[in-house]
């Protein structure tokens, strides 16, 4: 209960009794599912889902993400939520794994997370198209004096009273990368799922394996959605509010997230392994 009723850390501080707790609450949940199910497809699908649960975590505070201040120019990122956006490239590298679900699972996990970048690079140019010729504002960080990649100095072309504005090239490289994770860790997520149940569904459900492919595809998908908006909101509460990206102050603290999706992915595979493996 202590963790529970622990108040939250400012900046990049670590609450270390709830990061305790947690750590403890995932390796209950792992030794459970190895107890009942042992070292087979099902303990393999929860530990497939935990990584992809931290992927998208920690994908997740790469993302630029400026909210409404964003949407009036005072806000360097894209104007909109954490979890909107991140799950937009979660399900665009989601979409694009499950196309390549039948090379395996290297190749579909390389593709969604190819696909969640994709779909990242093209938000961020477009995202860029408006701020500069649409409300002609030069993009500026509000966090830094220069940007970590080009060098490029920042103060004189940041407006007086905002904390910034448009996509910074590092903001830009920032929302490819969460593009990868996300896309990666969903992928991950459904690819994993979708094994388990094309092996174990026909036998619960007494017919044959092609006729459960259409059952295992939509379940897995729901699942694998699911738990990407799960871990999209988590870490938009550990960033409260907008981030830059990679060099925003706020990034130091994905290690809270990383724990808070993986006890978080952990419990929800639990729940999506036992519908088929009870």
């Known amino acids: 209960m202590s963790a529970i009723g622990a108040k939250p850390a400012a900046g990049a501080a670590v609450d270390t009794t709830a990061m305790v707790v947690g750590i403890i609450i995932l390796l209950l949940v792992i030794g459970a599912t190895y107890y009942l199910f042992g070292s087979g497809l099902a303990f393999m699908a929860l530990i497939g889902i935990i990584i992809g649960g931290v992927l998208i975590g920690f994908g997740v505070h790469f993302v630029p993400v400026g909210g409404a201040p964003a949407a009036m120019g005072q806000a360097p990122g894209i104007a ?55 409300m002609g504002i030069p993009s500026a960080s509000g966090k830094v004096t220069k940007d970590p990649i080009t060098g490029d100095t920042q103060p004189e072309f940041k407006s ?33 799922l979708l094994d388990l149940y094309e092996e174990e569904l026909p036998a619960m459900m007494n017919a044959l394996p092609a006729q459960i492919v259409p059952i295992a595809v939509a379940l897995a998908g729901m699942f694998a959605i699911g738990m990407f908006l799960v871990n999209a909101v988590l870490a938009a509460y550990n960033i409260t509010g907008t981030i830059e990206g990679p060099h925003d102050p706020k990034f130091k603290r ?8 993986a006890v978080a992915s952990a419990i929800c595979g639990i729940v999506a392994i036992m519908i088929v493996a009870v």
């Open 80 to 134: 909109t939520g954490v979890a909107m956006l991140a799950a937009g490239a979660g399900l665009a590298g989601l979409f694009g794994g499950a196309w390549a679900a039948e090379m395996g699972v290297v190749v579909a996990t390389i593709t969604g997370a190819i696909g969640g970048g994709l779909m990242m690079a093209i938000t961020c140019m477009f995202v860029n198209f408006i701020y500069v010729f649409g």
């Open 160 to 192: 007086q009273g905002t904390e910034g504005h448009g996509l910074p090239f590092v903001s830009y490289v920032g929302g490819v990368i969460g593009g990868l994770f996300g896309g990666a860790g969903g992928t991950l997520i459904y690819l994993v």
């Open 254 to 261: 994905f290690p809270r997230a990383v724990v808070a999706s």
